[in-house]
């Protein structure tokens, strides 16, 4: 099993910065892909912003010029800096990571989650 531990959500006025953090632990073998995904209320669940092994970064259009995502192998951890924070950037992020995974068995494939961490954006 891998696990998945956000922090860095919590509540901000418009135009304010705030920082997500997700740490994987187990017995990971390689990183394949990370990113955060986020739900509002009363919507579906979207993906904010996806980077893969080698960098390459993926946004979704809404948050383009405002969030940076990025990671360090070394700690298995991705972060999300969001700056220049909106009323509508209130919602859960999650954060999501795939890769493969060491077991008596060999290498396994393995996508996990995070738990959810509140951003709210509010004066």
């Known amino acids: 099993q891998v696990q998945l531990v956000e922090s860095g959500g919590g509540l901000v006025q418009p135009g304010g910065s705030l920082r997500l953090s997700c740490a994987a632990s187990?017995?990971?073998?390689?990183?394949?892909?990370m990113g955060w995904y986020r739900r509002a209320p009363g919507k579906q669940r979207e993906l904010v912003a996806a980077i893969t092994s080698v960098g390459s970064t993926n946004y979704a259009d809404s948050v383009k010029g405002r969030f940076a995502i990025s990671r360090d192998s070394a700690k298995n951890t991705v972060y999300l800096q969001m700056n220049s924070l909106k009323p509508e950037d209130t919602a859960v992020y999650y954060c999501?990571?795939?890769?493969?995974?060491?077991?008596?068995?060999?290498?396994?494939?393995?996508?996990?989650w995070g738990q959810g961490t509140q951003v709210t954006v509010s004066s």
């Open positions: 999501r990571q795939e890769g493969t995974r060491a077991t008596m068995r060999g290498q396994l494939g393995f996508e996990s």
């Open positions: 187990g017995s990971i073998f390689a990183i394949s892909a």
